[in-house]
């Protein structure tokens, strides 16, 4: 047994730390596959984890990074032996089991996925959790029956990750897409994933009506709180949206009258617990749909020793599309 390099969070009486050093490879938690990982990313819950801005963290130390990508070192599983390409999102991982931020990781081999064919490892986490939260969006909207023939789809947080990766997915289904962000310097930038229009997040941040003019029908919305609501509101009758963050803030304040006069569908998305079937059609829908140029346009890339610069960038809204971190 050796050490690695890994960033490492842990809390004392004053307070929360987080340092880049030496970690025991002992000191990993149980698991039957050990990965060497290549590549992470950074996702608005590891902002959260390495500021300590919300409890995520559920054990100290804690390594922080939710989702990786890398080979297989070991491995007492089945479905997985050395030297095999990987996929991990979720499941607790960076939370409450030593994350992605590391040189190595141990975890259950149940929560892996096989390195999707067609991309590569640093391609699999410029996806990442919020590419492949934004797909389950997507499955969710396509699962429910809502089509491009009723109306434009609206994307809320249009300019982060999961909200970049949503407009070139819902774009590439054919759907008139409505981009809806903070920041109208992105506006190129957005058009070139695919969006159509531009509006101004401010028209949907503040309190409105409980029902509004229909607009779209439908919506992936990573902000929550009042933007949800009035999101919610200006659905038109029938259509559906697909509520996954919270970037505004948890709280929905909002009436029955968009569900019960319009008959709009609330479609709650968790990336965490997928099961194993939906999260292989996910990956595998990925590979298949998502423009490789136009990812690799929404991405930046950072070392793993210089992560912790993003940490309050993301949650503050200045992290723009997805970040790739290189590992070792
Ligand atoms: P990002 O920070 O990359 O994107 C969030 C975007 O929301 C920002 O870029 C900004 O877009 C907008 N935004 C930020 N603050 C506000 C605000 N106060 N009011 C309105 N809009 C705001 O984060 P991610 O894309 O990684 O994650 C987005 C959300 O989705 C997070 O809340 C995250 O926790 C959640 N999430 C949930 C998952 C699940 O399983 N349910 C999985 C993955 C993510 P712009 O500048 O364009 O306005």
Same mark, same amino acid.
């Given at each position: 047994?050796?050490?690695?390099?890994?960033?490492?969070?842990?809390?004392?009486?004053?307070?929360?730390?987080?340092?880049?050093?030496?970690?025991?490879? %002992?000191?990993?938690?149980?698991?039957?596959?050990?990965?060497?990982?290549?590549?992470?990313?950074?996702?608005? #819950?590891?902002?959260?984890?390495?500021?300590?801005?919300?409890? !995520?963290?559920?054990?100290?130390?804690?390594?922080?990074?939710?989702?990786?990508?890398?080979?297989?070192?070991?491995? =007492?599983?089945?479905?997985?032996?050395?030297?095999?390409?990987?996929?991990?999102?979720?499941?607790?991982?960076? =939370?409450?089991?030593?994350?992605?931020?590391?040189?190595?990781?141990?975890? #259950?081999?149940?929560?892996?996925?096989?390195?999707?064919?067609?991309?590569?490892?640093?391609?699999?986490?410029?996806?990442?959790?919020?590419?492949?939260?934004?797909?389950?969006?997507?499955?969710?909207?396509?699962?429910?029956?809502?089509? @491009? %023939?009723?109306?434009?789809?609206?994307?809320?947080?249009?300019?982060?990750?999961?909200?970049?990766?949503? !407009?070139?997915?819902?774009?590439?289904?054919?759907?008139?897409?409505?981009?809806?962000?903070?920041?109208?310097? =992105?506006?190129?930038?957005?058009?070139?994933?695919?969006?159509? =229009?531009?509006?101004?997040?401010?028209?949907?941040?503040?309190?409105?009506?409980?029902?509004?003019?229909?607009?779209?029908?439908?919506?992936?919305? %990573?902000?929550?709180?009042?933007?949800?609501?009035?999101?919610?509101?200006?659905?038109?009758?029938?259509?559906?949206?697909?509520?996954?963050?919270?970037?505004?803030?948890?709280?929905?304040?909002?009436?029955?009258?968009?569900?019960?006069?319009?008959?709009?569908?609330?479609?709650?998305?968790?990336?965490?617990?997928?099961?194993?079937?939906?999260?292989?059609?996910?990956?595998?829908?990925?590979?298949?749909?998502?423009?490789?140029? #136009?990812?690799?346009?929404?991405?930046?890339?950072? @070392?793993?020793?210089?992560?912790?610069?993003?940490?309050?960038?993301?949650?503050?809204?200045?992290?723009?599309?997805?970040?790739?971190?290189?590992?070792?």
């Amino acid at each position: 047994m050796g050490t690695f390099k890994a960033w490492v969070v842990d809390k004392t009486e004053a307070g929360q730390s987080l340092r880049y050093g030496d970690f025991d490879e %002992a000191g990993l938690m149980d698991g039957d596959v050990t990965v060497r990982v290549t590549h992470s990313t950074v996702n608005y #819950k590891d902002g959260l984890a390495m500021t300590g801005r919300s409890p !995520v963290v559920r054990r100290f130390p804690m390594i922080p990074g939710i989702d990786f990508s890398g080979i297989v070192e070991t491995s =007492e599983h089945p479905d997985y032996t050395p030297g095999d390409a990987v996929v991990l999102t979720g499941w607790g991982v960076g =939370e409450s089991h030593l994350g992605a931020y590391a040189e190595r990781a141990r975890v #259950k081999g149940d929560w892996l996925v096989p390195l999707p064919e067609g991309l590569d490892a640093a391609q699999a986490m410029a996806i990442g959790t919020a590419g492949y939260t934004a797909m389950l969006c997507l499955m969710a909207l396509d699962h429910h029956g809502v089509t @491009p %023939a009723q109306g434009p789809a609206l994307v809320t947080g249009a300019s982060g990750g999961v909200g970049s990766v949503a !407009v070139a997915l819902l774009a590439q289904a054919g759907w008139h897409v409505v981009a809806s962000t903070g920041r109208a310097a =992105e506006a190129d930038y957005l058009r070139s994933l695919g969006a159509a =229009e531009i509006i101004d997040r401010a028209d949907l941040s503040k309190p409105g009506k409980p029902l509004a003019k229909e607009r779209w029908a439908a919506a992936i919305d %990573a902000v929550g709180s009042v933007t949800l609501a009035n999101v919610l509101a200006s659905t038109k009758a029938d259509g559906a949206v697909a509520a996954c963050g919270l970037a505004q803030g948890m709280d929905l304040p909002t009436s029955v009258a968009p569900f019960i006069l319009r008959g709009v569908s609330l479609l709650g998305i968790n990336s965490v617990t997928t099961p194993q079937a939906k999260r292989r059609a996910a990956w595998a829908r990925l590979a298949r749909d998502l423009d490789l140029a #136009k990812l690799a346009a929404m991405t930046t890339t950072v @070392p793993l020793d210089q992560v912790d610069r993003l940490a309050a960038a993301i949650l503050d809204g200045q992290v723009r599309g997805r970040t790739v971190v290189t590992v070792g």
